[in-house]
């Protein structure tokens, strides 16, 4: 089966531009993560989706970050405007069972400079 | 606060000798835990998972772990490390069916041959 695909795998924008990736979760997985990982750190978690619906998104900062995931398929994840603290890899990340295993893609590299 | 600890950032083992790679976990209630492998410029890739049942599990590549509940453990092991182990290794944990993983933060497995 397909695994997760995210575009693009490299961006590179100036502080206070907005930024947008795109995440496909593998097919019929109903949970969807993002994740953010800073180099040298664990990935953490930005949100969460069950099919359309958020479930957690206590640790995104909502002043400048925004995601959706419409007919809970494909999801978006926006920044505007981004800060250069905003440099990481964003990960987004698929499961069929709520206890089961997160299926990742291969992430997105943001350089904001 | 739901937490996972990789106490060592860097463990080095010699090419066919046993390799351990620790970790601890924090969690309220029973856990579900979770190994994943980084290479350079890819995703995390799914290694192995505790659910419930024999503490010992086996996963991917010749990986096992086992699950320590009194000492609140899931150390990654395996009987003879190879050069290709060599990569950036998480432990991660779910609180309870349907939360999100919570990474430790990494721990860098360098196999020498």
């Known amino acids: 089966e397909a695994g997760v695909a995210q575009s693009p795998r490299y961006k590179i924008i100036e502080k206070r531009q907005s930024v947008a990736f795109w995440c496909n979760p593998i097919s019929g997985h109903a949970t969807l993560y993002w994740y953010q990982q800073i180099l040298g750190q664990g990935p953490k978690l930005l949100i969460q989706f069950q099919n359309n619906g958020v479930v957690d998104d206590s640790q995104l900062p909502k002043d400048r970050f925004s995601a959706e995931r419409l007919k809970g398929v494909d999801s978006t994840l926006k920044i505007q405007p981004a800060k250069l603290e905003d440099s990481a890899v964003y990960l987004c990340a698929s499961s069929l069972a709520r206890q089961g295993a997160g299926y990742f893609g291969p992430g997105t590299r943001l350089t904001v400079t | 606060a739901q937490s996972v600890a990789q106490p060592e950032d860097q463990v080095n083992v010699a090419e066919g000798n046993p390799l351990t790679v620790k970790c601890t976990y924090s969690?309220?209630?029973?856990?579900?835990l979770f190994w994943y492998v980084q290479y350079p410029n890819r995703g995390l890739q799914f290694l192995l998972k505790?659910?419930?049942?024999?503490?010992l599990v086996k996963g991917s590549y010749g990986f096992e772990a086992e699950f320590n509940k009194s000492q609140t453990s899931f150390h990654l092991k395996k009987p003879s490390a190879l050069v290709s182990d060599s990569a950036l290794y998480f432990c991660?944990?779910?609180?309870?069916?349907?939360?999100?993983?919570?990474f430790g933060k990494g721990t860098t497995l360098s196999v020498s041959s």
């Open positions: 969690v309220s209630g029973n856990p579900y």
């Open positions: 991660a944990v779910r609180a309870g069916a349907g939360t999100a993983l919570i």
């Open positions: 505790y659910i419930t049942g024999d503490n």
